[in-house]
T-cell receptor
Framework: GAVVSQHPSRVICKSGTSVKIECRSLDFQATTMFWYRQFPKQSLMLMATSNEGSKATYEQGVEKDKFLINHASLTLSTLTVTSAHPEDSSFYIC?????????????????FGSGTQLSVL | AQKVTQAQTEISVVEKEDVTLDCVYETRDTTYYLFWYKQPPSGELVFLIRRNSFDEQNEISGRYSWNFQKSTSSFNFTITASQVVDSAVYFCALSERSPTSGTYKYIFGTGTRLKVLA
């Protein structure tokens, strides 16, 4: 099946620094990627939808200047947590949708990366 | 607004027992999709099943089976003869099309942590 690679798997940084997380689709071109955030023992919360070549669509309550998303190619989307603070510590996970799946009823499935555990000291 | 409820936060069973994970959803759409994902301790989400709203047939895949009941808005997941390797967090998710953007979005339940004891 399709593979989505997410790096790094774990990052520890100092408060005030910026952290970039990469999400790559390895064997398909992902026109749309999603970024989720998961707090311990909680569900995945959609942060933003990233479409290749256009600006990301952020969910209500998510600061777009804080969480910068770039989807410059069909195989790579990046999430940059700017000026990270301890409250940004969380598990971030990306997912990708292959082209043509937006409206096709029979094959709606997302492929998920392995996630990134961010710890801000 | 759509909503997915997994009322069971944690379940513990002994190996070889059967276990059912409950999922109840709310949606105003007539066309939607339901999913189950497994999240092992390593963190990645593993796709288990997708069901569209027009297909109420129950499905069996090995030790896994799913019961979709539109009348009760439920999509329950049963593991037969559970094994230690089944220990994970299981998420139920609903996907429906946004009327504004046209894209499909996933709404996840809060997950059920399954512990299978040897």
């Amino acid at each position: 099946g399709a593979v989505v690679s997410q790096h790094p798997s774990r990052v520890i940084c100092k408060s005030g620094t910026s952290v970039k997380i990469e999400c790559r689709s390895l064997d398909f071109q992902a026109t749309t990627m999603f970024w989720y955030r998961q707090f311990p023992k909680q569900s995945l919360m959609l942060m933003a939808t990233s479409n290749e070549g256009s600006k990301a669509t952020y969910e209500q309550g998510v600061e777009k200047d804080k969480f910068l998303i770039n989807h410059a190619s069909l195989t790579l989307s990046t999430l940059t947590v700017t000026s990270a603070h301890p409250e940004d510590s969380s598990f971030y996970i990306c997912s990708a949708r292959a082209p043509g799946q937006m409206m096709i009823a029979t094959n709606e499935k997302l492929f998920f990366g392995s996630g990134t555990q961010l710890s801000v000291l | 607004a759509q909503k997915v409820t997994q009322a069971q936060t944690e379940i513990s069973v002994v190996e070889k027992e059967d276990v059912t994970l409950d999922c109840v959803y709310e949606t105003r759409d007539t066309t939607y999709y339901l999913f189950w994902y497994k999240q092992p301790p390593s963190g990645e989400l593993v796709f288990l099943i997708r069901r569209n709203s027009f297909d109420e047939q129950n499905e069996i895949s090995g030790r896994y089976s799913w019961n979709f009941q539109k009348s009760t808005s439920s999509f329950n997941f049963t593991i037969t003869a559970s094994q230690v390797v089944d220990s994970a967090v299981y998420f139920c998710a609903l996907s429906e099309r946004s009327p504004t953007s046209g894209t499909y979005k996933y709404i996840f339940g809060t997950g059920t942590r399954l512990k299978v004891l040897a």
